[in-house]
């Protein structure tokens, strides 16, 4: 398998030789594609896009998670999991529900990494197929767009996207490397090199089309998701085709849904063994609260970084 994706994958290496380099946060390098930094890291590379843009088939009925990294997916796809497949885990009682022995990273793909697995795994098998991706709108797989099928964009304030993924990168990064320290993380993050940055252009890429296609693309922020999550739980079951029935909300359907996707229950489930890329399945669990930011950055910092995102958004208003 491993020889195969060699094969596939030698023919961007010349593409990947011109494209421009910055200091990768985790290992290696960052390359600029199509207007956006790509991290290396572990299985995922710039090539892996690559062979997505030239390979990648979408159904119309799928259903795609969007973020930019440290924004709340692994939360999102335990939420979507657990709505859609409902059903299937809720004779009686949730003892056997992947999410209470498993990474939600397990449950639900990124098309990122599915690319690897030349078996059809169980997503293939059930309509709606649903995949998470971090690639930005303008850098989509072209099939995705065509197919029409819907996305569910889920953004976080800049500054707690900037120090959830200075956390993490630290964790990820070789024990022999030296670490990223927090100034690094700033200007990096401030000149948009950040995986899958800017996060400016990321978040008003899908914010746009959001706007022009309402019943397409449903735009949420971590902190609207924080605050209210029963109403958010609410929406993301009617988007998605699967609502909740009256009998199912007097039961707390909800309710049992969002306990089992909470970060108390997702951490404790997650707290040894690693995913498939190697990467240890507690790291995705830190805090989970929104404005760890004040923590780490200085009023300078700050101010500095509101100045950027009001020049940057320019106009557009996403309370977070
Ligand atoms: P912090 O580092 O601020 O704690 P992603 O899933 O996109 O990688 O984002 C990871 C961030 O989401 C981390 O933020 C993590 O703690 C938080 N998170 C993970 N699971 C969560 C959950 N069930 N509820 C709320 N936040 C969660």
Request: proline fraction near 5%; charged fraction near 20%.
């Given at each position: 398998e491993r020889a195969n994706m060699a094969l596939t994958f030698d023919r961007y290496k010349d593409r990947l030789r011109m494209l421009p380099k910055e200091k990768g946060w985790i290992t290696g390098n960052l390359y600029m594609y199509q207007g956006f930094w790509h991290q290396t890291m572990r299985i995922i590379s710039?090539?892996?896009?690559?062979?997505?843009?030239?390979?990648?088939?979408?159904?119309?009925?799928?259903?795609?998670?969007?973020?930019?990294?440290?924004?709340?997916?692994?939360?999102?796809?335990?939420?979507?999991?657990?709505?859609?497949?409902?059903?299937?885990y809720t004779n009686g009682s949730l003892s056997t529900h992947p999410l209470l022995i498993s990474n939600p990273h397990n449950c639900l793909p990124f098309i990122e990494t599915e690319i690897?697995?030349?078996?059809?795994?169980?997503?293939?098998?059930?309509?709606?197929?649903?995949?998470?991706?971090?690639?930005?709108?303008?850098?989509?797989?072209?099939?995705?767009?065509?197919?029409?099928?819907?996305?569910?964009?889920?953004?976080?304030?800049?500054?707690?996207?900037?120090?959830?993924?200075?956390?993490?990168?630290?964790?990820?990064?070789?024990?022999?490397?030296?670490?990223?320290?927090?100034e690094e993380a700033f200007e990096s993050f401030s000149k948009g090199a950040m995986p899958v940055g800017p996060y400016?252009?990321?978040?008003?890429?899908?914010?746009?089309?959001?706007?022009?296609?309402?019943?397409?693309?449903?735009?949420?922020?971590?902190e609207g998701m924080k605050v209210d999550t029963l109403n958010h739980v609410k929406r993301l079951a009617k988007f998605l085709d699967y609502p909740f029935t009256e009998e199912e909300e007097v039961?707390?359907?909800?309710?049992?849904?969002?306990?089992?996707?909470?970060?108390?229950?997702?951490?404790?489930?997650?707290?040894?063994?690693?995913?498939?890329?190697?990467?240890?399945?507690?790291?995705?669990?830190?805090?989970?609260?929104?404005?760890?930011?004040?923590?780490?950055?200085?009023n300078e910092m700050s101010q500095r970084l509101d100045r950027i995102t009001k020049e940057k958004f320019h106009g557009l208003d996403i309370s977070f």
């Open positions: 710039v090539e892996t896009l690559m062979a997505l843009q030239d390979t990648f088939k979408a159904h119309p009925t799928d259903i795609y998670l969007v973020t930019l990294p440290k924004s709340g997916t692994t939360w999102l796809k335990a939420l979507v999991f657990a709505i859609v497949n409902r059903k299937r690897y697995a030349n078996t059809p795994t169980y997503v293939d098998t059930h309509s709606p197929r649903l995949f998470a991706t971090h690639i930005p709108y303008t850098s989509l797989p072209q099939s995705i767009i065509e197919s029409g099928c819907r996305l569910i964009y889920l953004c976080r304030n800049p500054k707690d996207v900037l120090v959830s993924m200075f956390h993490f990168a630290n964790k990820l990064r070789d024990k022999s490397g030296s670490l990223v320290t927090f400016w252009d990321h978040v008003k890429g899908y914010h746009k089309v959001s706007t022009e296609h309402p019943g397409k693309v449903l735009f949420l922020t971590y039961e707390g359907a909800m309710q049992e849904i969002i306990r089992l996707c909470s970060f108390e229950n997702l951490s404790e489930v997650n707290k040894h063994g690693n995913l498939r890329e190697g990467i240890p399945n507690a790291a995705f669990f830190r805090k989970g609260e929104v404005g760890d930011w004040t923590n780490h950055l200085t």
